[in-house]
């Protein structure tokens, strides 16, 4: 016996069978819509610290649809089983996204001070491009150059043994933050110019410190980055005038500075317009002697917590030996940091400034081979 339904039967069935296609579509549609709004119900209640499920809510939520449905003429457990799968979904929507900051341990009344440097939900984390480099992009860079530019030569042979271990981002001290006036101070913007061709000849970009705010605007003129050293980190003055250049800053954090500290610094760098901030953990002040400074791996997840901007670490002035500045590289990886700014001098025994730390070119390769271009990790 045939199965088959009259032609005009054939027809109509086709067409309901079309609107149900419709109708399914479109409850998928309003599905995801849901779970898009889920996930941002999710980052709300984890930076106001609620619990994700709040039990009262849903009940009462439920039974008022239940009502709902029965008044469109849906049976009452056909609407409590579907609310179970929204709920289900909306939860698993809720969970944290490994690319989203999680809760702030601060208050949002202390996390006002840095209202443009934190987390918000809905706040994007911010990309800082300089050269070929976006740092916040998810590749874990290594910057790399000598403690200062010491001499053209100097900074020739550098620039050589960066770009052969794949460094794209040159570093590299023109004017010196020294702790004794009488040690050597640097070659000031004539050094700058030596770096600038050096890197820029082999396909670099360059960041350099900038110690005084009327210097802001001629390293601006040749440098792609300026940095503000951990000296410096609560220069008012010099933060502004950074900032002013429109170049992206590299922001280190100061040896006796907490991170509330280094962000509210960061928020003068935003409050002048200049949204290219990278900041970086360089070693903090303990009764430590085995290392120049502690190096403060846990302020990596912290400041991801606290914070859109990414994070580098200086593993080489943290240490203050080269022997471990490897170790510590793998680490900033492991605690999720965008990358690391290492000091390297191409005859490390002649070097005029932070001989002890300085890598030799083979240790460079060593940490670039094993570590730039990576993805970053993230919890
Ligand atoms: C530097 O990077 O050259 C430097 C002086 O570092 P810090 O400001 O972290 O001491
Ligand atoms: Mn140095």
Do not use: M, W, Y
């Given at each position: 016996m045939s199965t088959a339904l009259p032609q005009d039967s054939a027809l109509v069935l086709g067409t309901l069978r079309a609107s149900i296609n419709e109708i399914d579509q479109s409850i998928l549609q309003l599905l995801a819509r849901r779970g898009e709004v889920a996930?941002?119900?999710?980052?709300?209640?984890?930076?106001s610290g609620l619990p994700?499920?709040?039990?009262?809510?849903?009940?009462?939520?439920?039974d008022a649809l239940v009502l709902q449905g029965k008044q469109l003429g849906l049976p009452g457990q056909a609407v409590r089983a579907l609310y179970d799968v929204l709920a289900r979904l909306g939860?698993?929507?809720?969970?944290?996204?490994s690319h989203?900051?999680?809760r702030p341990r601060l208050t949002p009344a202390d996390s006002d001070e840095f209202r443009l440097a934190r987390?918000?939900?809905?706040?994007?984390?911010?990309?800082?491009?300089?050269?070929?480099?976006?740092?916040?992009?998810?590749?874990?860079?290594?910057?790399?150059?000598?403690?200062?530019?010491?001499?053209?030569?100097q900074i020739e042979a550098a620039a050589d043994v960066c770009r052969a271990a794949g460094v794209r981002l040159m570093r590299g001290g023109c004017f010196k933050p020294r702790t004794s006036p009488h040690a050597f101070q640097g070659h000031g913007l004539a050094a700058l110019d030596w770096l600038e061709r050096a890197a820029r000849r082999r396909g670099m970009a360059v960041v350099t410190e900038v110690l005084e705010p009327a210097d802001a605007a001629p390293v601006a003129a040749k440098a792609d980055m300026l940095q503000i050293g951990a000296r410096n980190m609560q220069n008012a003055p010099l933060l502004r005038a950074c900032a002013r250049t429109g170049r992206p800053v590299l922001l280190k954090r100061g040896a006796g500075s907490s991170l509330r500290e280094l962000l509210c610094a960061a928020e003068y760098l935003l409050a002048?317009?200049?949204s290219q901030v990278v900041l970086c953990e360089r070693g903090i002040r303990t009764f430590e002697t085995a290392t120049r400074n502690t190096l403060d791996l846990s302020a990596v997840?912290?400041?991801?917590?606290?914070?859109?901007?990414?994070?580098?670490?200086?593993?080489?002035h943290a240490a203050g030996r080269d022997e471990i500045v490897h170790a510590l590289c793998r680490g900033a990886w492991g605690v999720g940091s965008d990358g690391v700014i290492v000091e390297m001098h191409p005859r490390r025994e002649e070097a005029l400034s932070d001989k002890r730390q300085a890598l030799t070119?083979?240790?460079l390769a060593e940490i670039t081979g094993d570590l730039q271009g990576q993805r970053v990790w993230q919890a």
């Open positions: 996930r941002e119900v999710g980052l709300a209640k984890r930076l994700l499920f709040d039990a009262k809510r849903e009940h009462g939520h439920k939860v698993a929507a809720q969970l944290p996204l989203e900051p999680s987390a918000e939900p809905g706040r994007p984390q911010t990309r800082v491009q300089v050269g070929e480099v976006e740092f916040g992009s998810g590749i874990f860079e290594v910057i790399a150059g000598p403690c200062a530019v010491e001499s053209e030569a002048e317009g200049n997840p912290s400041l991801r917590e606290l914070t859109h901007l990414p994070v580098i670490v200086d593993p080489s070119p083979h240790q």
